[in-house]
């Protein structure tokens, strides 16, 4: 029963303002899939079918309701230069490995590791985003005269000022139609959606990727699918989260990660390339009162809707429109408030959100970038815990170390190199005791340097007394220490 009644609300909780939305969020995504082909050398059919497609079914298998999953910039980048060297067939066999490996990452409980990026990462990813999205704008401009120019700044011009008028209408929406407009009545020289490729009024079909199945071609598609898998449930999952901010509500990330690899799966078989969620859609559907799944439904059925009757329409649009799209969406994308935490917050979180950003863009994986910030916070994060104090006293001929810290392989030289023997036996000491109630042993690398100070103090006659260690660094220490197991040797002998 309470399984029936999350369902009845996910469904039919707010259904007006849901199907309002998504009509509101479909009209927006259509520059967005339009663009988004383009920039992969497709057809705008590609981007359109999977907008609606994975649109439609996340809102069944997805686990955060009223979240928007389509065609998006951080899935087109990856696959840049497979569908140059290979083609389409080849991208959908990649979309479609890359929706069994979500599956199987969203069985693993996947959504769990999200805890180990950190936010400075999480920003350089959105921030590359951003810059890999105006910079894959730039080859349109080739060839072109100034009426391309003149087109974009335009729209950008319509998408910025529009919204101070009325926010009932997507800007970016207005932007399309009022320069395709003007370039339909005053027949300027421009290149339109129709010079990239045909729109037609048809529904998708099921097909089988034509490729051959050898081991080779798996081997060029498997790298593409983990970028694919890896990129796309980061923002989807991200998405998640700030859709869960805005609404006060829980979501399931291990649900959505297998949802978003069903939707993957589903519009690779149906000719549509791989998408994710979208951060910019999401937090409109939501600002426009969504909040059940029917709200995402209602966007992938509206957007397949305009397809079947508006096919020829969508193919007069210049392409300078879109590119003026793209380029609010690069702006409006980017974290601007990043570049003052540059001067006021640590600056390890910013150096991780540079290093985050250059591995992203000079790569043009954001996969990569991802995993290159994490790396680098990792590292840092294991700097700034391997200092270790020791705090010496002396009782007549008993020396007394506090140890304070984390022991760990980062810490261990400093650890050994704190205790002076040979100052101890001038000072006339006899007795030594470590006190560890203010550390705690994590590898076998911090038993190894106890072996260390315990055999120094051995080569001069003091068995060193360690006190105080909590349960898990004693059962590691009684595990793996070899002072223990030479000292169980002697007392045998």
Known sequence: MEKLNTLKQDWLGNPRADVMAGIVVALALIPEAIAFSLIAGLNPMVGLYASFIIAMVISITGGRPAMISAATGAMVLLVVDLVKDYGLQYLLAAGILAGLIQIVLGLLGIARLMKFIPRAVMVGFVNALAILIFQAQLPQFEGETWIMWAIVAASLAIILIFPRITSAIPAPLVAIVAMTLLVFFMGLETKTIGDMGTITATLPMFLL????????????ILPYSLSLAFVGLIESLLTAQIVDDMTGTDSDKNRESKGQGVANIIAGFFGAMPGCAMIGQSVINVSSGARGRLSTFTAGLALLIMIMTMSDILM???????????????????????LKTLKTGQKTDSLVMITTVLATVLTHDLSIGVIIGIVTAAVIFAAKISRVDLRRRQDDQHAHYEVNGQLFFASTSDFVNQFEVDEDIDAGVKEVSI??????????????????VVFKYRSVGIEPNLMNLNKDSEKLLNTLALHLRQHEANVGH
Request: aromatic share 16%; no cysteine.
């Open 209 to 220: 990727p034509d490729i051959p199945l050898t081991f080779e071609t798996l081997m060029i």
């Open 316 to 338: 007069l649009i210049p392409v300078g429109a879109l590119v003026g799209v793209m380029f609010f969406v690069s702006y409006a994308t980017f974290d601007w408030g990043s």
């Open 435 to 452: 006190d560890f109630a203010n550390t705690h042993l994590w590898d076998d690398s911090a038993i190894g340097a106890i072996d260390k």
